[in-house]
């Protein structure tokens, strides 16, 4: 292999692709950008609710999923959180660290993280073309072509392929890579909606749409515990929501894809047991006998739940003196406030999720350089691999990690195409 400079061509001006583009410089290549918008960075500024949680220092395989997620290794080991919150230091962003590990730029601006990055893909001297939606790549190492959808070509010695996944559209993603990839010779494992709100089965959501509580949720499939979360929760007129929910996303989603049941368990009160909640409540409804059960939660629960609440724990008589209840009454309430179930029928579709799960098969691609087993001088970076994060800083981390290792591999002369069996 020649050791001159390396060309190499960066598809897609996301996260993943601005950080592979400034390795690919950094390690001797020169280097062009393709990016469909008028813009790179697009959805660097919605992250974290415009405040950019750039990475999390808990980042590890406990917290991302895919087929295989030990396949995060190879590329967290060229770059990892400390050398992440190292590299956006001496690009001007000071850190601060936030709860569960959350890293935020201490101007709590998304803004500032792309300005930096503008401002070093410049200093490189990265070739950007924005505006570019690539329509189809042909060739192999040393002798790569790159069509444009407007007829322009692109010729190159290296591809990275960085074009993100389906979540977000408005953002570009588009899931145009994964056609991009197939047509290269890469299995893509299914793709779904992750990080995003669930739809639950119910006539009544309309009632309590805005109703938010701090609880605990879990997924549950064949009477099994999958997944289980705790935090602020919010009823909306399809379903659910909430930081919880979204975590728990991923499993509900996968369930769904393999067609097993899916079930969520929502604790209002998750403060005491049931049956210490039975025994408040029994104490409730001795001291004042006479309210209505209606008026006797007031005070426990958000108003507009009780009437949905009762009628699910099959009180149909709303006006009933609470002295009027029967033991089987009071355990009744008691189990719909501590475990009300829900058949979970979908997620909520790409625009409302924040990432794409599923993606390039990995088994297709050198986990240690990210190059494809299949084509030499094809590399993958970011959220079109089969890999995914919770949420927390943990997927910005994966395009950090994987944006600079590929761009490392494909400008190194001596860069090798596959590890050893």
């Known amino acids: 292999m020649s050791n001159g400079a390396k060309h190499v061509i960066i598809v897609g001006g996301g996260a993943s692709g601005m950080m592979a583009a400034i390795s690919a410089r950094m390690h001797g290549a020169s280097v ?24 999390n220092i808990y980042a590890d395989i406990d917290h991302y999923h895919g087929k295989n997620p030990k396949f995060i290794y190879g590329a967290f080991s060229e770059f990892d959180v400390s050398r992440t919150i190292a590299f956006f230091e001496r690009l001007g962003i000071a850190h601060k660290v936030e709860e569960c590990g959350k890293v935020f730029p201490m101007s709590d601006q998304a803004s500032s993280m792309l300005d930096v990055l ?9 070739n950007i073309c924005c505006n570019s939606p690539v329509k189809n790549i042909v060739g192999q190492e040393g002798d790569f072509s790159v069509e444009t ?3 322009r070509f692109f ?14 559209p408005s953002t570009g993603s588009d899931g145009s890579g994964y056609d991009l990839a197939r047509r290269m010779g890469h299995k893509i494992v299914d793709i779904f909606p992750a990080l995003v709100q669930l739809k639950l089965e119910g006539n009544f959501f309309n009632q309590i749409e805005g109703v ?53 368990k929502v604790s209002i009160i998750d403060t005491m047991s049931k049956t210490e909640l039975q025994e408040l409540l029994a104490l409730r409804f001795e001291n004042m006998p006479e309210k209505t059960v209606e008026f006797s939660l007031v ?22 003196p609470v002295g009027n209840l029967s033991a089987g009454d009071i355990r009744k309430i008691a189990e719909i406030l501590s475990d009300w179930r829900f058949n979970i029928t979908g997620t ?11 993606g390039v098969d990995t088994s297709g691609i050198d986990p240690r350089t990210l190059e494809s087993r299949f084509i030499k001088g094809l590399f993958f970076a970011g959220e079109i691999i089969d890999i995914d994060g919770e949420c927390g800083g943990f997927n910005l981390q994966w395009a950090w990690s994987s944006g600079f290792t590929a761009g490392k591999y494909a400008a190194i002369a001596e860069a090798e195409s596959q590890m050893p069996d």
């Open 155 to 168: 010729h190159g010695d290296r591809i990275i392929l960085c074009c993100g996944g389906k979540a977000m």
């Open 149 to 151: 959808q407007d007829g």
């Open 118 to 126: 503008l401002y070093e893909l410049n200093r490189q001297g990265v």
């Open 299 to 320: 005070g426990l629960i958000n108003k507009r739940l009780i009437r949905v609440l009762l009628k699910q724990a099959g009180i149909k008589d709303l006006n009933v």
């Open 32 to 55: 062009t950008l393709l990016e469909k918008n008028p813009r790179v960075g697009k959805k660097i500024l919605v992250t974290g609710n415009g405040r950019c949680n750039f990475t």
């Open 212 to 264: 938010k509580f701090v609880g605990t949720v879990e997924v549950l499939s064949g009477g099994k515990t999958m997944a289980k979360g705790r935090g602020d929760i919010l009823f909306a007129n399809y379903g659910i929501s909430g930081p919880p929910i979204l975590q728990l996303s991923r499993k509900a989603g996968e369930l769904l894809q393999k067609k097993e049941e899916a079930v969520l």
């Open 348 to 358: 909520r579709s790409w625009p409302s999720a924040q990432v794409t799960a599923g």
